[in-house]
Nanobody, 116 residues
Framework: VQLQASGGGLVQSGGSLRLSCVAS????????MAWYRQTPGKQQRELIA????????GYVDFAKGRFTISGDYAKNTVYLQINSLKPEDTAVYYC??????????WGQGTLVTVSS
């Protein structure tokens, strides 16, 4: 399975974006799908949110309130809605598929740039 993230772009502070992650095959077999981001100057990707095939969602603290993860598993697609964007949200956003065993799969990221 390959993952392709899209939907990034340049937006003004306060705006919204919906990122999409389309998989080339079924994502039902993965324990969780996740969104991460890597901000400029940081080497580590930070987790934003996860979703399971059953619809269970989890968010890290900074993501609660402005970020919403959702999935259309019939379309092999996971979304990340980001509202009230801030300049500090500028990052490359990645989706990831976590199997029950083995390493997660990663897609190419999509760049989100928030201007002040």
């Amino acid at each position: 399975v390959q993952l392709q993230a899209s939907g990034g772009g340049l937006v003004q502070s306060g705006g919204s974006l919906r990122l999409s992650c389309v998989a080339s095959g079924s994502i039902f077999g993965f324990d969780r799908m996740a969104w991460y981001r890597q901000t400029p100057g940081k080497q580590q990707r930070e987790l934003i949110a996860t979703i399971s095939p059953g619809g269970s969602r989890g968010y890290v603290d900074f993501a609660k309130g402005r970020f919403t993860i959702s999935g259309d598993y019939a379309k092999n697609t996971v979304y990340l809605q980001i509202n009230s964007l801030k300049p500090e949200d500028t990052a490359v956003y990645y989706c990831s598929a976590r199997p029950s065993r083995g390493s997660p799969l990663w897609g190419q990221g999509t760049l989100v740039t928030v201007s002040s």
